[in-house]
């Protein structure tokens, strides 16, 4: 069965498959020895009701950089699957955001992050809001940057143990 989690944002309903859900929680950092992973949120926008699907992510490619708290996103293959996607879907399939791990059980960004979406919001000003989700060992969070104000807020939190 094909199933979503339900999230409510600012009037807007954002929709994850289930499966992105399992993928990202397979990077779960579990010891000390683990590595940050993370890639891109690609997705959809219901035009009939300004409601969000966000149907596939990029995992690590061999080129990124991944330290026990650090994922650089360096391989092109992340935007070449991206690629695929919006010109298979003829081009209905948008840049949503980003995920990456953090090794805390309940995970906040960091300044790095924040300089992050930053820099992502003033290389596509035409989009008016980024979605970011950081996985944590406990839980995972979901924040909302809204490009035109350069304002974040947390949209949502999820323990594991609830899904």
């Known amino acids: 069965m094909w199933k979503k989690m339900n999230i409510e944002s ?29 890639g891109l949120l690609i997705g959809r926008e219901n035009c009939s009701d300004n409601n969000l699907i966000i149907e596939y992510i990029t995992e690590p490619f061999p ?19 991206y690629q695929s996607l919006y010109e298979f879907s003829f081009q209905v399939y948008a840049y949503i955001g980003e995920w990456h791990t953090h090794h805390e059980s309940i995970p906040n960004y960091s300044k790095i992050d924040y300089e992050n979406w930053v820099k992502i919001g003033k290389e596509s000003p035409i989009t008016k809001e980024f979605y970011h989700i950081i996985i944590g060992n406990k839980a995972f969070k979901i924040w909302e ?19």
């Open 63 to 81: 080129k990124d950089k991944r330290k026990y708290n650090r994922f650089y996103r360096r391989d092109e293959k992340h935007i070449d699957s």
């Open 10 to 38: 600012n009037n807007r309903k954002i929709k994850i498959d289930d499966n992105i859900i399992t993928l990202m929680k397979k990077y779960i950092q579990t010891s000390r020895f683990s590595k940050e992973s993370g």
């Open 145 to 163: 940057y809204d490009n035109t104000h350069q304002k974040i807020s947390l949209i949502n939190t999820t323990f594991w143990r609830n899904i």
